[in-house]
């Protein structure tokens, strides 16, 4: 059996609502974790959601367009983590820590 058509015997709900559910995990992570890796970790799985409804999207439809812009997505991704990464250790370096709520110590 191929691939594609095996994707297309799950119905597209449940990608939608393992998605959603993915998506709501990585925003609650965004908004009670403090340590700013973990934050860091929440936003990409946030990302990874949406790559997944856009690959089902995409394969429901015969499309390749989404599979496409998933691809940018990732890179899009990978940028973020690099800067996200280059960030916690210059807070680090200077805090000693990686907890967000040193960095409010910061404004003045």
């Known amino acids: 059996m191929e691939t594609n058509t095996f994707i297309q ?7 939608v609502i393992l998605s959603t559910f993915l998506f ?10 403090k ?10 799985l946030m990302l990874n959601s949406v790559n997944l409804l856009l690959v089902a999207f995409s394969t429901y439809k015969g499309d390749g367009n ?3 812009l998933v691809f940018f997505i990732m890179v899009v991704a ?23 709520s040193i960095l409010s ?4």
Not at 35 to 44: H, P, S, T, W, Y
Not at 85 to 90: D, R, S
């Open 105 to 108: 110590k910061l404004k003045g």
């Open 78 to 100: 990978a940028a973020e983590v690099a800067v996200g990464l280059a960030i916690i250790t210059m807070m680090y370096r200077n805090t000693k820590s990686v907890d967000i």
């Open 24 to 33: 709501c995990l990585g925003v609650l992570g965004v908004l009670l974790r």
């Open 9 to 15: 015997h799950i119905p597209l709900n449940y990608f």
């Open 66 to 68: 989404g599979q496409i």
């Open 35 to 44: 340590n700013a890796i973990l934050i860091l970790g929440c936003v990409e």
